[in-house]
């Protein structure tokens, strides 16, 4: 699509926002929420912390079962410290890459005694300081553990915007950066939920479903070579 449409779509996009979130509220909600969104309101900051590290490339039901492994061996930072480390492999297995991060939890815990008391922080600046956690991370933790206002862009979030033509960036973390100037507050906290939702069911990387999208009609679709 030629730049002239592309921005005239973003416009349409962005003098929308309402209609397009409300839409994206009621589709997503007749479908499963991602896993650590679904039971925060179960976990502390810490498990938040936990469950988000071990969901990075590795499926929901997966994920699920990890975290619950791990938190019935060991549910807080001073339990994961006394625990050893291939005890934190095997009950987290087989998420991806779960032997770098089972190193990268009990690295994190004890980093979280040592310099926080065993609490885990509520900024960007000193969640960032944990292994293993990136900007994703650190927002999840923000907004789930804690309520505040932040932006968690991951794959979906990233591909599904510049697919819309609402921003035009080339990873997850200039995405964020773009959304915090552009993306009124209130929609903040949701897009993660609502983007990861639609893209795991509707707005998918490889041909997707347009044909079935309730906003289609102010997707500039870029980067879609063919769809369903």
Known sequence: MRKTGATAYHSALASNLDDVFEILKEVTGSLQEPVVSRVAHELDPFQVLISTMLSLRTKDA?????????FSLAPSPEQIILTDLADIENAIFPVGFYRTKAVHIKE????LMERYHGKVPENMEDLLTLPGVGRKTANLVMILGYGKPGICVDTHVHRITNRWGYVYTKN????ELRLRRILPQKYWMKINDYLVTYGQNICVPVSPFCTRCRIRDFCARLGVDKSR
Not at 108 to 111: K, V
Not at 172 to 175: A, I
């Open 172 to 175: 997850p973390d200039e995405t």
């Open 62 to 70: 997966v994920t699920e079962q990890a975290f619950k492994r791990l």
């Open 108 to 111: 994190a815990s004890i980093m």
